[in-house]
């Protein structure tokens, strides 16, 4: 059994949907539990309806909404011909259940009506791609993700219990293989044991992949995507961008960790804890190898480079010039956590703390906080320079007549906070 996961651009339009179907018949015999995204920027979309209902502008989400519904509909219009009805009145379906929602006023919070709003993009894509796929005479089972993965009520970042989905997977999932090859469900989503749908956090397609391959005992997971592998660099930025055939899970959890946007964190732990490799692989051109990502650990990578902009760096400084330690030091890293708020470098002097972060809105409310045990100090404009497995030379390349903020060294990893031009 395999796990296939397609993210928004490999299903953002009727070509690559068919492509999709392409991909699957190289795979004749394979078990594969196909998890989607929404299609595009359906994501995005959806969280405007979300803004615009909760700020009171419910026309405007009403609005919105219909271009969402249309693009959809316009979309299955060419996709399926024969199962156009059902695919129709499926997504209608839909599409009442979060119209329903919208001729309501907000009575919960935000992040409630967020995931009952949002996780509909995932609904409607994996809908699509199930009938197309059955049209093009490859059967396959849908299955609403609702019913299986379940999570507390931590909407907008819902925490899995694993236990409840494994129990579910085995029960509902598992039989649908005996009669199919292909199972299709959504990514990104989940619900609580009072059927409230509830999100993952963005990106979270990939851990669900992660989550149903490590229930399921996969042989791998692949990650469909739109590059032809993990590059050391954005190859947008770097034309000098290698590939990287291979990389430990390791290196890829690091990788993230200082912001490289390839495979969402949390993806790592399930797959590495049942060994499960993660191929990385292009869906445009689906014979290229890809990356293949493992538990072997993996010699002479070159130096991977990891770059955020619009930084801020935070100095979180002891009004009393006691040692940063102990109890405030704790609040600090609650309050953070509260706020979903992680930094990609922290440095310790003796009375103070400093934290890199991207510049969002929740840094004000962070200062806000600590200013209780903290005098805090906020530099914006940086950008964070990463680069693992460096040589003097990879640091001179970008440190080289730069401002330099912060630096930081270990062994495997330096770190530049430099002023943006
Ligand atoms: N559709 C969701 C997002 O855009 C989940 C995902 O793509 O992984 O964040
Ligand atoms: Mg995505």
Redesign the pocket.
């Known amino acids: 059994m395999k796990v296939f996961k397609f993210?928004?651009a490999s299903i953002s339009n009727l070509e690559r949907i068919k492509a999709v179907g392409e991909i699957l018949l190289q795979y004749p015999n394979e078990k594969i539990l196909i998890v989607v995204?929404?299609m595009g920027k359906t994501?995005n979309a959806l969280e405007k309806v979300t803004e615009a209902f909760f700020e009171g502008r419910q026309e405007e989400a009403l609005a919105l909404f219909i271009g969402i519904k249309q693009q959809h509909l316009t979309l299955s219009k060419y996709l399926v011909y024969l199962r156009w009805q059902e695919t129709e009145k499926a997504l209608k379906e839909f599409f009442t259940e979060v119209e329903w929602l919208l001729h309501d006023k907000p009575v919960r919070g935000y992040d409630y009506y967020y995931d009952q709003v949002v996780c509909i993009?995932?609904m409607l894509s994996s809908t699509l791609l199930s009938n197309y796929l059955a049209e093009i005479n490859i059967k396959n089972a849908w299955v609403d993700v609702r019913d299986i993965i379940r999570t507390d009520n931590n909407f907008r970042n819902g925490t899995v219990d694993w236990d409840t989905t494994a129990m579910h997977i085995k029960d509902q999932v598992s039989p649908l293989f005996l009669e199919n090859n292909i199972v299709v469900t959504q990514?990104?989503i989940g619900a609580t044991d009072e059927n409230e749908s509830t999100t993952l956090g963005?990106?979270?397609?990939?851990f669900s992949a992660a989550i149903f391959a490590n229930i399921l005992d996969a042989e791998e997971v692949v990650i469909w995507k739109d590059v032809e592998a993990v590059m050391n660099a954005d190859p947008s930025k770097f034309p000098e961008a290698v590939k990287m055939p291979e990389l430990s899970f390791s290196e890829v959890i690091e990788m993230a960790y200082y912001g490289a946007q390839v495979i969402?964190p949390k993806t790592i732990k399930p797959l590495e804890n049942k060994n499960i490799p993660l191929l990385v692989k292009s869906f445009l051109q689906p014979t290229l190898p890809g990356t293949r990502i493992s538990s072997t650990r993996v010699k002479n990578l070159p130096p991977i480079i990891v770059i955020k902009e619009k930084q801020v760096l935070i100095k979180f400084q002891s009004k009393d010039f006691s040692f940063v330690s102990g109890q405030p030091v704790e609040f600090l890293h609650d309050i953070m956590e509260h706020l979903h708020l992680d930094s990609s470098l922290r440095q310790h002097t003796a009375i103070s703390l400093l934290c890199c972060f991207d510049d969002t809105d929740k840094l004000a409310l962070l200062a806000e906080k600590a200013g209780e045990f903290f005098d805090v100090e906020m530099l914006r404009g940086l950008r964070l320079i990463t680069i693992r497995h460096y040589t003097e030379a990879e640091i001179e390349r970008f440190t080289d007549g730069e401002q330099i903020i912060l630096s930081q060294k270990t062994k495997e990893t330096a770190q530049f906070l430099i002023a943006e031009n």
């Open positions: 993210g928004g995204s929404a994501t993009g995932e990514g990104f963005r990106e979270g397609s990939d969402h």
